[in-house]
């Protein structure tokens, strides 16, 4: 009997000690190579980078995961305790892994022969998600995860763990942790969030997709309720409390954020500029905080001046017809189709919408359109500017008298709502007294195919106000503000003029404006430059040849100056890109940036300094730690006597010459138009004391612009309509004379001193000891002029 005693314990002992070593080997096996707990210590996930404007606003994010860190004290009670309630809520007793939880979890996978469902706490969800990359579900990872837990608790302290939890967790719409997800979906920050809010954001971890509010709202809500059931069995709430919150709107934000939509060439520029310099990993997971020079009021003021003035150029230039033409057979189709996207959209008063014309009637002068569940009213007047494009007849001569001219039934064409309801003309004959068939009238509209750019910069600084690098960033995202190159035409010639005066030329020198013929070259071309409307005007101020913008004039200036001379002043100015080496660089043939001549333009304004241009102040990375500054950097590149004559003689274009429009900004403004010969190019540069900007307008394709569309036309209502807007309500400056220059009066066409009998005098500035000496003779007497003797005859 002790023998088979003996052999059982021996037995009993022996079968022990092979489970334990089985249970030990598959231990071994399962939680062996876990990864160091100690690295969880220095939480350093990735986190937003943000954009900031000159004034503190947020003008874009980028991220790899959408994460903004914040403390645990930061957020309010209510949250955490929701979260608690809803995933683990015997956290505060448990020591990383809930065995009750497990036990019951165990039972359920058993059945089922598979693991289906976890009794992770919220310990092992930031161990699974911060130290285990594989998220497949097997026993091992389990025994792992649950290992790594046990650990995590000894080693780090409830609130710790918590705030790893409520920052790491991912919460759909590509929010990882609670602050980012609060903005995400309620446009606030975490610590404003209320009972109703925090409860819903607790309610998503399990499946953000399925519980996304803004996809399947009513899952949502089911959600909620149960998170709020869970905190009032938990006693973090009361009946009352769990009622308040159950029925509180939530405030759901629909629209998907969009910062980088306020100002997307410049923030895009900004972003290529840090993905060069730091690359993707720092841009993207870094959370750098990018501090730039951008003023969101001038921003948003150059938009709408592009806008208008391109809106308007594209009208100018004609009607491209109707988005579609349907057959009779396919218009109810067609109505059918579009009937349930256009009630998507409610109409507003100024909005652009797709319509359908149904009737054309020449006698009322009106076109009926069907707009979904709205009729609208479009009379030829609202239209008049859509006659057909033909570049050799002025805009001003081409007027729409019929509607039918330019549309038919079964157009789809796009419309402006401008009023509604009784504004709208009342159809005589209508079925009721009174009875207004048109719930909108309407004007017909085009989606511009013009392009253009504007810059706005500080001369004494450098530092970038404002930039619009074309139309419409989602339908094409270069930037024609920088990108681009393009000829200036005109826009160039103060260069060649201010090289001309520190080659010693005076503003009053008299050069013959007559045909001019270049020498043959090599290919057996000549070239012979005009004026525009091909007019030449005889003896001529070398102040008019640069006011009334004369070609000649300037490629004699040129020639006299040296070629190679004016280029490398042009590149002393910041003109970067190639210029051609010949005579045709005083017409502006050689492409350059609008950034390139905006910053020359910014010399003139700041008294012959040259600023490098800046977007970014400064960037600290997440530790707060100045990773970049840039200060303003300014280097003599002319004489202030230089920058101020010239300065003197672009105010005279505007109340002179080409620049006239300008007049309207009723301040000191100096500035130049541009235009190419062809039309493809016209622009206009001007400055303030204050602000330098520039304006291109032209087609990505080159194709010429209509008749007359030169830059006066086309560029200098948008430079006008900007500069007006950010000047508003601002104290009205004058440029500042330097010391030795000296004012004289003029006759207008001689260029020497006003007497007795000049006819037309202006004001001009000289450098001093420059000014003319002598009065200008009577008429009668023989004339005296300081010609440039080359310049008399024409030239072969």
């Not at 900007?722 to 006759?747: Q, W």
């Amino acid at each position: 009997m002790k023998r088979v005693l003996k052999l059982t314990i021996w037995l009993f002992s022996a079968v022990a000690f092979l489970g334990v070593c089985t249970a030990a080997y598959f231990w071994y096996v399962w939680s062996s190579n876990l990864p160091y707990i100690g690295s969880v210590r220095e939480y350093r996930p990735p986190i937003i980078t943000e954009i900031y404007s000159d004034d503190g606003e947020v003008i874009g994010r980028f991220w790899e995961e959408k994460r903004i860190v914040v403390p645990l004290e930061g957020l309010p009670e209510h949250l955490i305790q929701a979260f608690v309630a809803a995933e683990d809520s015997r956290f505060f007793e448990h020591k990383g892994v809930d065995i009750q939880g497990i036990i019951r979890a165990v039972f359920k996978n058993l059945a089922a022969g598979k693991i289906e469902q976890g009794g992770s706490t919220i310990t092992q969800q930031v161990t699974k998600s911060l130290l285990l990359k594989n998220t497949e579900k097997t026993f091992r990872r389990k025994a792992r995860e649950a290992t790594l837990s046990i650990q995590l608790e000894k080693g780090f302290s409830k609130e710790k763990i918590l705030f790893l939890y409520l920052n790491q967790i991912y919460l759909g719409q590509g929010a990882y942790g609670v602050e980012a997800a609060a903005r995400t979906y309620f446009a606030k920050s975490a610590e404003d969030l209320n009972l109703a809010q925090s409860a819903l954001l607790a309610g998503l971890p399990q499946a953000p997709a399925r519980y996304s509010p803004n996809s399947h709202f009513d899952r949502a809500k089911a959600r909620q309720k149960y998170v709020l059931e869970r905190m009032r069995e938990e006693g973090y709430i009361t009946d009352e409390q769990f009622k308040e919150a159950l029925d509180a709107p939530l405030g759901i934000k629909t629209a998907t954020e969009n910062t980088f939509a306020r100002a997307p060439y410049f923030t895009e520029h900004v972003r290529r500029y840090l993905l060069k310099k730091y690359g993707r990993k720092l841009l993207y997971r870094g959370g750098l905080k990018v501090y730039t020079t951008l003023d969101l009021d001038k921003q948003v003021k150059a938009r709408e001046a592009l806008r208008k003035g391109l809106g308007g150029l594209d009208k100018r230039e004609g009607y491209r017809g109707p988005i579609k033409h349907l057959e009779p057979e396919d218009i109810y189709e067609y109505m059918a189709e579009a009937f349930d996207r256009l009630a998507t959209s409610p109409p507003q008063i100024g909005s652009v919408v797709e319509g359908l014309v149904l009737d054309v009637d020449d006698g009322k002068k009106e076109v009926r359109v069907w707009l979904g569940e709205d009729m609208g009213r479009l009379p030829v007047f609202r239209m008049k500017w859509a006659r057909r494009p033909n570049p050799k007849v002025p805009y001003y001569n081409r007027r729409v008298r019929r509607p039918s001219t330019v549309l038919k039934r079964g157009d789809v064409i796009l419309v402006r709502l401008l009023e509604r309801g009784d504004a709208a003309k009342p159809v005589p004959g209508s079925r009721e007294a009174g009875q207004n068939e048109f719930s909108w009238e309407v004007s017909l509209e085009q989606t511009p195919v013009i392009q253009g750019a504007l810059l706005c910069m500080v001369p004494e600084t450098g530092e970038v106000k404002a930039m619009v690098g074309g139309r419409d960033f989602l339908v094409s995202q270069f930037n024609r503000a920088i990108q681009s190159n393009r000829q200036p035409g005109s826009a160039f010639k103060p260069i060649i003029y201010a090289a001309a005066l520190d080659k010693g030329m005076s503003p009053v020198r008299i050069i013959m404006d007559a045909p001019f013929i270049s020498k043959r070259s090599d290919d057996d071309k000549v070239w012979k430059p005009k004026n525009y409307k091909e007019k030449f005007f005889g003896p001529t101020l070398f102040r008019t040849g640069l006011i009334k913008s004369r070609n000649v004039i300037t490629v004699k200036i040129l020639r006299k100056i040296g070629v190679n001379y004016a280029v490398q002043y042009a590149k002393r100015m910041g003109v970067e890109s190639n210029l051609s080496p010949d005579l045709s660089l005083a017409l502006g043939s050689s492409g350059v940036s609008l950034m390139e001549l905006t910053n020359a333009y910014a010399v003139f304004a700041n008294g012959g300094m040259l600023v490098k241009p800046i977007f970014i102040k400064r960037i600290v990375d997440r530790d707060g730690q100045v990773i970049e500054e840039n200060q303003p950097e300014a280097q003599r590149v002319i004489s202030e006597e230089t920058a101020y004559v010239m300065t003197d003689l672009l105010k005279a274009v505007i109340q002179e010459g080409t620049g006239w429009r300008i007049k309207a900004l009723k301040r000191p403004a100096a500035g130049k138009t541009g235009t190419t010969n062809n039309l493809w190019d016209a622009w206009f540069m001007g400055y303030t004391p204050n602000l330098v900007t520039g304006v291109w307008v032209g087609y990505d394709d080159r194709k010429a612009m209509g008749k007359g569309e030169t830059g006066s036309r086309a560029a200098s209502p948008i430079w006008l309509y900007f500069m007006s807007e950010v000047l508003k309500g601002r104290p009205v400056v004058d440029f500042e004379a330097p010391e030795r220059v000296v004012f004289a009066k003029i006759d207008a066409k001689t260029g020497l001193l006003a007497g007795i009998h000049s006819k037309k005098t202006v004001f001009q500035t000289f450098k001093e000891g420059t000014e003319p000496k002598k009065y200008s003779p009577s008429p009668k007497s023989p004339k005296s002029g300081q010609f440039l003797e080359l310049d008399m005859a024409p030239e072969k």
